[in-house]
C-alpha cells in the first residue's frame, strides 16, 4: 500500500471519528436540555393551566421554556395533585334546593295594610268624605270660652268647659256646652240671661280651642327649648288639614314618608306624605278630627354595608329601600377595588343568589330587590387576602392569605386536625358561592409522604373538614354547601365589624 493511499484512508478515519464525536455531543446536549425541561419532581397546582415546552428564542438567541398555546375553544383542565379530585356540582333539584330561591309575591296594598295593621280598621284617604269641606265647630272640653254681654261687662268674662262638659256663668249658674255649636250655645245663655237683664246682647267666642288638638309623633325635630312627653300636640286651625298642622312642624330629613299614617280611635288611615308633599297629591291632605294621632314614620330597617363601599356601617332605610338605595347610602362602590362576582346579601344566615356584576355593570333591575331589616350586603376586595377553615380543626375561622399557600399550611395556621376529623376527604370550595368548584384533598395521603405534590389555596377558598367520610356528594353538596357560604360571610363580618 502506498504512502498516498495510506494518507488517504488515515483522513477518512479521522472524519469519520469527528462525525462520531460530534454525534455523541448533539445528545449529551439534548439529554442536558431534557433534564432541565422535564425536573423529577413538581410542585402541581391547581391554578396552574397551561404545561410548559422548550423553544428557541430567535431574538435572544437562546433556549427558553414556554407555556403550551391550548387548543382553540377548547381550553384544558388544571391539572390536580394525585391525591386531590373534582368534585362535580350536581344541579338542585326543585324543592331540594337550600340557597333561597327569590320569587317574586306580588302583594296588593291592601294585604300589606292589612298584615301591617293587623286588627285595625283601615280606610283610605280617598274613602273619607272629600277633602276641604268645612268642619262645623263644636265646643269641647277644656275649651276656654268668652262670654262678653253688652254694658254688663261685670258679668261678662272668660270660663272654661269642665270636664263634665258644663261652664259656671254669674248669676245663671251651669249651663251644658260640649258638644254645641257657638250659635246654639249662646241661644241657650241669652234665654236664660233674658229673666235678669232686658234684652242681653251677648257675644260668645272660643278662646282656646283645647278640644281641637292633635297629636304629632315619629320622625319630626323637637325645639331646642322643648321640655315634655315625646308627643308634640297642635292646634287645628283654619281648615284643619293635614298639610296645615304639617307647616307648623319641622320632619326628620331620613323620615318614611311614603309610610306615615293617621291614628283616629280604632282606626288607620294611611296616607302618603310623600306624595303630598313633593308630588302635590292632594288626595293625601285628610281633613283631620280633635284627638286624631299623625304618625310620621321613622326608617323602619336597619342594614349593614361591609367592604368595597365608600362609607361602610349600619344604616337605618325605609321599606321600600332596595339594594341600589342601600349602596347609595353608602356613598357607592369602590369600583377600582370592588370583587362584584363575589359580592353577598346575607338574609337570617341564608346568601341571595343577587348577581352583583349583572345589578352594577349591565343595570339588571332583577337583582335589585328590597331590603329587609337585618340584611348584610358586603362587597369584598379584588384582591382579598383570606381563606376560610371551618368544620373539625381546632381554632376554625378565617386565615390571612400569603402567595404560596398550601392546604397544609391552612390547616396547621388552625392548630391542625381535631381527632374527629376525617382527613381522608376534606373538602376546597372555590369561586362564587352560587355556582362554586369544589374539590376532594386526601390529606392523610399527603401526611404519609407518599406523594411530594401540593395543594395550593386560592383568595376566599373555604376548607371544610368533615367529621365523617362522604358517602354521597349529593347529598353533602346539597345540603351543606350552603352551610359553609354561609359561614364564609359570616366569619367575614365578624372579622370586618
Not at 262670654?147 to 259656671?168: H, L
Not at 321599606?319 to 349602596?327: E, G, K, M, Q, V
Not at 369544589?438 to 376548607?463: A, C, I, P, Q, W
Request: charged content about 25%.
Amino acid at each position: 500500500m502506498t504512502n498516498k493511499t495510506l494518507r488517504k484512508d488515515f483522513a477518512i478515519r479521522v472524519i469519520e471519528m469527528k462525525k462520531y464525536v460530534s454525534i455523541i455531543m448533539v445528545c449529551i446536549f439534548a439529554g442536558f436540555i431534557c433534564a432541565c425541561a422535564h425536573p423529577v419532581v413538581r410542585e402541581i397546582s391547581p391554578r396552574n393551566e397551561q404545561s410548559s415546552q422548550l423553544s428557541w428564542d430567535k431574538e435572544t438567541n437562546k433556549w427558553v421554556f414556554k407555556a403550551a398555546s391550548p387548543a382553540a375553544g377548547n381550553p384544558p383542565e388544571s391539572p390536580l395533585p394525585s391525591f386531590a379530585k373534582t368534585v362535580p356540582v350536581p344541579q338542585m333539584k326543585e324543592g331540594e334546593r337550600t340557597l333561597i330561591e327569590l320569587k317574586k309575591n306580588v302583594l296588593t296594598k291592601e294585604d300589606y295594610l292589612k298584615a301591617r295593621f293587623a286588627g285595625k280598621e283601615i280606610v283610605m284617604p280617598e274613602d273619607l268624605p272629600k277633602n276641604g269641606e268645612r268642619v262645623k265647630y263644636e265646643i269641647g272640653i277644656d275649651d276656654v270660652l268668652n262670654i262678653y254681654i253688652w254694658k254688663n261687662e261685670d258679668i261678662s268674662m272668660d270660663v272654661p268647659v269642665r270636664s263634665d262638659g258644663n261652664v259656671s256663668l254669674p248669676l245663671i249658674g251651669d249651663v251644658y256646652a260640649a258638644g254645641l255649636d257657638i250659635p246654639e250655645f249662646k241661644a241657650i245663655i241669652a234665654e236664660k240671661y233674658d229673666a235678669y237683664i232686658k234684652d242681653p246682647q251677648i257675644t260668645v267666642t272660643c278662646k282656646v280651642p283645647n278640644s281641637l288638638q292633635v297629636s304629632v309623633v315619629g320622625a319630626i325635630a323637637k325645639p331646642e327649648t322643648y321640655v315634655g312627653p315625646s308627643t308634640m300636640t297642635y292646634t287645628l286651625r283654619g281648615d284643619r288639614t293635614l298639610l296645615s298642622i304639617l307647616s307648623v312642624v319641622s320632619i326628620e330629613p331620613d323620615a318614611d314618608l311614603a309610610e306615615s299614617y293617621v291614628i283616629r280611635g280604632e282606626t288607620v288611615i294611611p296616607v302618603d306624605l310623600k306624595a303630598l308633599l313633593e308630588d302635590g297629591d292632594t288626595s293625601q291632605n285628610v281633613t283631620l278630627h280633635p284627638g286624631d294621632t299623625v304618625v310620621i314614620s321613622e326608617p323602619l330597617k336597619e342594614i349593614v354595608l361591609l367592604g368595597e363601599v365608600k362609607n361602610p356601617g349600619r344604616y337605618k332605610t325605609k321599606r321600600s329601600s332596595s339594594i341600589l338605595d342601600a349602596l347609595s347610602r353608602a356613598g357607592g362602590i369602590n369600583s377600582d377595588t370592588a370583587n362584584l362576582y363575589m359580592a353577598y346579601l346575607a338574609r337570617d344566615n341564608d346568601i341571595l343568589p343577587i348577581n352583583f356584576k349583572r345589578l352594577l355593570d349591565y343595570g339588571d333591575m332583577n337583582q335589585n330587590i328590597l331590603l329587609n331589616d337585618g340584611d348584610i350586603v358586603y362587597i369584598p376586595n379584588n384582591n382579598e387576602n383570606k381563606v376560610f377553615v371551618v368544620g373539625e380543626v381546632t381554632t376554625p375561622g378565617v386565615q390571612y392569605f400569603t402567595d404560596p399557600l398550601d392546604l397544609m399550611e391552612a390547616i396547621s395556621a388552625c392548630r391542625g386536625f381535631k381527632e374527629t376529623a376525617n382527613r381522608s376527604q376534606v373538602v376546597v370550595v372555590r369561586g362564587n358561592p352560587r355556582d362554586p368548584k369544589v374539590y376532594s384533598v386526601n390529606v392523610l395521603e399527603m401526611m404519609k409522604g407518599g406523594s411530594l405534590e401540593r395543594f395550593y389555596l386560592e383568595r376566599g377558598d373555604t376548607v371544610y373538614v368533615a367529621r365523617t367520610a362522604i358517602a354521597d356528594w349529593n347529598v353533602f353538596l346539597n345540603q351543606v354547601l350552603p352551610t359553609i357560604t354561609t359561614t364564609r360571610v359570616i366569619q367575614t363580618i365578624i372579622k370586618d365589624f
